[in-house]
């Protein structure tokens, strides 16, 4: 599967792009015509123009969504047939993993080895996984009184409205789509702006795969246009959403403002490291460069505080420098790149404020400058800071880029306390070879995973999403289909 540099430059050059909206089992233009531009933020050029998507075609992809809905063509499959639908999907997506991965590389800057070794096999693992699940999920019959019948089923809820961000492209969008889409659901996805080719190209997958036309539509388009339309629309059933906690509240807001539509998010991290000295820190410091700088640090959980034992906090950071200059950014197509672009000069320009605000607040161990490479500016070297007060900004704030912060701690409750001390409550990681102290200390971290000897752990069979201000509703794992269902129960009295 791993091509040299000049092999995917002569894929990509090959690459057929999908640019349309695709609606009813069609590709189609924008009802206004209005198109935008995608850019490629390795090279700053133009990868095409795209149908820019706004409330009316929002509308259209949820009457399509609510006809096949209505009508059965999907929702009353049985979930064998559902099932094989997307094993067939899943298997097509195995066989074009070399253009997934370089649609999301060239659309958002990540290193296409990355796309092409996790994120692609990756969605159909996703996908497979969530078919083969759903006809083992059991109903269930009350325990009441004689010449009582009570029937507890699990139905799906109609029309999803399903908002997914750039980072991850395929796989979030697959994080949405395989559960919701198992479940019996139609499906209205709105891609990022910055992201839409391979939602594009995916709905096109599963067209050949035979999901019926309507029960997926995908409208590329702005949050302030397509995203609002969809979070406020009256007939969407349930949103769903990963992305800012800033965009997360306006969709709990719009659907207040209008049918009161479920809504389940995914929002921001700020995401610890806790290394104590009987750690394996080699281990610890691999695992550490890894949980902030892979994907350029635009990751949702990515470990972005990196909290060590007073005794071994500058042996750490020691450890953590020569990492950081093993990661350098480089061309995302060539394989010896150790990071990729970030996804456009805005978020660059976004991530380039949060490390001056720390040159300002803390101490600067290594990276911290932009770096021009193919002719673009939207690459930043791996950046360490070293004694940040707790309430600076690159402490509190995300920042979703390869920026890390170094804070020391003495005592198991100083550890928990700066740990918890955050406005968010994604994800945790935890090094420590006394499994007493494993054990106690995860218990006290607040957050919807905590890792232990590792980071970010994850798998299609444990749930992902987190507390407090990450949000709530879980993706992956059988827990996911409880945001794309309803228990209905029928009660039946005889005799």
Partial sequence: ??????????????????????????????????????????????????????AEDIDRAVKSARRAFDDGRWSRQTPAA?????????????????????????????????AATIDAPGSAHFFQWHA?????????????GAADLAMIRRVPLGVVGAVVPWNFPLDMATWKLAPALAMGNSVVLKPAEQSPLSALRLAELAAEAGLPDGVLNVVPGFGQDAGQA????????????????????????????SNMKQVWLETGGKSPNLIFPDADLDAAADMAAFGIFFNQGE??????????????????????????????????????????????????????????????????????????????????????????????????????????SIQTFATEDEAIALANDSPFALAASLWTRDLGRALSLSDRLFAGTVSVNTVDALSAMTP?????????????SLHSFDKYSALKTTWIKYG
């Fill in 1 to 54: 599967m791993m091509f040299t540099l000049p092999e995917w430059q002569a894929r990509a050059a090959a690459l057929r792009l999908r640019t349309q909206i695709w609606i009813d089992g069609k590709a189609q233009p924008a009802a206004s015509g209005a198109r935008f531009e995608s850019v490629n933020p390795g090279t700053g050029q133009i990868l095409a123009d795209i149908a820019k998507g706004g």
């Fill in 82 to 114: 559902r099932k094989e639908v997307l094993l067939r999907l899943a298997a097509l997506i195995r066989d074009h993993i070399p253009e997934l991965a370089l649609l999301d590389s060239l659309d958002m800057g990540k290193l296409v080895k990355d």
């Fill in 132 to 144: 083969e699940a759903i006809d083992k999920l059991y109903d269930e019959i009350a325990p009441t």
């Fill in 230 to 257: 969809l979070g406020r629309h009256p007939d969407v059933d349930c949103l769903v959403f990963t992305g800012s906690t800033t965009v997360g509240k306006l969709f709990q807001r719009y659907a207040g403002e």
């Fill in 299 to 404: 990751v949702c959980s990515a470990n972005s505080r990196l909290l060590v034992h007073r005794s071994i906090a500058e042996e750490m950071i020691d450890r953590m420098a020569a990492r950081a200059a093993a990661m350098q950014p480089g061309d995302p197509l060539d394989p010896a790149s150790a990071m990729g672009a970030m996804v456009d000069r805005a978020h660059t320009d976004t991530v380039m404020s949060y490390i001056a605000s720390g040159k300002q607040s803390a101490r600067l161990v290594c990276g911290g400058e932009r770096v021009t490479i193919n002719g673009s500016d939207a690459y930043i070297q791996p950046t360490i800071f070293a004694d940040a007060a707790p309430d600076a900004r690159i402490v509190r704030e995300e920042i979703f880029g390869p920026v890390l």
């Fill in 464 to 476: 992902f999403g987190g507390m407090k201000q990450s949000g709530f509703g879980r993706d992956l």
